[in-house]
């Protein structure tokens, strides 16, 4: 079980250190990725497109490093995914014919593909909070 | 800090959410500064905002392209599904593009090349007459497109 859990650890930090560094690399890119899910305002654009890849860079690092933070990188990491699951679900539901974005340009493929990619991800990042949870509880090995 | 006390594992998983959170900022700010590709800042969409081929095509549906190259040129060939509005010619070509358009629909204007003016007049006119935003000039115009057509 704790080998799954650092296995798992180490490859959803990978992916996300992956997906924020090819969204760092064309922000400009991103913030247009952003804006065609039409949900926020044009000011709120480039300050996200600036923002986000590197709050996924750093919660993925923080997930492979497995240091102290690890546990806090994996609630944001989870939060950011619940958030970005339903921008693509509000996407679908209004038939925007739109890429997802969350992959830089490298990420070309349908919004469907991506809704079914997120919930995967969503219960991988669900089971190992759950998993550090029990790590975490007094009395239990780890925690850093 | 009643709180910190009743719930510390708590506490502590926020304040290193928190610090994560403020440790993202400062990439993203030399990011902002430096990158050379970063977005264009600003309290609101500008009315009319230059977009490369590769992003027009990106653009969600319905998108209109706007052919603001002489009336001549465009009969010779035009981008598939291109609206003529060359400026000669403003009033009886308008209505095609009145009808075409929607509301949430984008905007792509183009004329023969990066340096003509046509298509940022097309545009600005477009958006003054029209009230309308969303309105796009490709850049490098037609010879753009041509170029991304080469096998």
Redesign the interface.
């Given at each position: 079980m704790n080998m799954l859990a650092r296995v798992l650890r180490i490859f959803l930090g990978a992916l996300f250190v992956v997906a924020g560094v090819l969204k760092?690399?064309?922000?400009?890119?991103?913030?247009?990725d952003i804006d065609?899910y039409?949900l926020l305002p044009?000011?709120a654009?480039?300050?996200l497109?600036?923002?986000l890849p590197?709050?996924e860079?750093?919660?993925g690092l923080?997930m492979i490093a497995s240091c102290?933070?690890r546990?806090?990188?994996l609630?944001?990491l989870l939060a950011m995914t619940v958030i970005f699951t339903g921008a693509v679900v509000s996407a679908l539901l209004r038939h925007?014919?739109?890429?997802c974005g969350c992959f830089g340009a490298a990420s070309a493929l349908p919004l469907s593909f991506a809704l079914a990619r997120n919930i995967v991800l969503l219960l991988m990042l669900g089971w190992l909070l759950r998993s550090e949870g029990r790590r975490?509880k007094p009395g239990a090995p780890g925690g850093g | 800090m009643m709180h910190d006390e009743a719930n510390p594992a708590g506490m502590k998983t926020f304040r290193q959410i928190a610090l994560l959170m403020v440790l993202a900022v400062v990439p993203a700010l030399l990011a902002a500064w430096i990158h050379p590709k970063r977005p264009a800042w600003g309290w609101r969409r500008p009315a009319v905002a230059e977009i490369t081929l590769a992003d027009a095509q990106r653009l969600p549906s319905p998108v209109i392209w706007v052919d603001a190259r002489r009336e001549e040129e465009y009969r010779q060939r035009h981008v598939p599904g291109a609206i003529s509005l060359d400026q000669s010619h403003w009033e009886e070509s308008l209505p095609n593009f009145v009808q075409a358009w929607q509301p949430g629909t984008s905007v792509v204007v183009y004329c023969n090349s990066q340096e003509c003016d046509a298509s940022h007049e097309v545009a600005l006119r477009l958006h003054r007459e029209l009230q309308i935003d969303g309105i796009y000039v490709l850049q490098g115009g037609w010879n753009a497109w041509l170029g991304a057509q080469k096998p």
């Open positions: 760092a690399l064309d922000p400009a890119n991103f913030a247009a065609h039409r044009y000011f654009l480039a300050p497109a600036l923002y590197w709050l860079i750093i919660c923080a102290h933070f546990r806090s990188a609630i944001l925007l014919d739109i890429t975490a | -």
